[in-house]
């Protein structure tokens, strides 16, 4: 079983960052693979970002590629999301999930889910 928890989001200006952090409980938390996802009202949870295991992969989403840092620190079972650049269009519920497998754009992968953090960009 593995925990996350959700921190760092907020209310930012566009063009302004905001880190947001996952912690992940666990006694086998460094092994997952996590990501990162988003969701506004009305529309389908979207992945944003994604890190393998060990830190040496990452995948991104087009909307955020260039913009959005993923990274993790596996003595501290944290995954960090650093947002740079930031568009209203990136106002959401962020959240960090876990998978012990599979492909990382896909949701339906993933086993564990945060309860969300959110992320509000003003113009």
């Known amino acids: 079983q593995v925990q996350l928890v959700e921190s760092g989001g907020g209310l930012a200006q566009a063009g302004g960052s905001l880190r947001l952090s996952c912690a992940a409980s666990g006694r086998t938390a460094s092994s997952y693979a996590m990501g990162w996802f988003r969701q506004t009202p009305g529309k389908e949870r979207e992945f944003v970002a994604a890190?393998?295991?060990?830190?040496?992969?990452?995948y991104y989403a087009d909307s955020v590629k260039g913009r959005f840092t993923i990274s993790r620190d596996n003595a501290k079972n944290t995954v960090y999301l650093q947002m740079n650049s930031l568009k209203p269009e990136d106002t959401a519920v962020y959240y960090c999930a876990a998978a012990l497998s599979g492909k990382p754009r896909l949701m339906e992968e993933y086993d564990y889910w945060g309860q969300g953090t959110q992320v509000t960009v003003s113009s």
């Open positions: 890190i393998s295991w060990s830190g040496d992969s990452t």
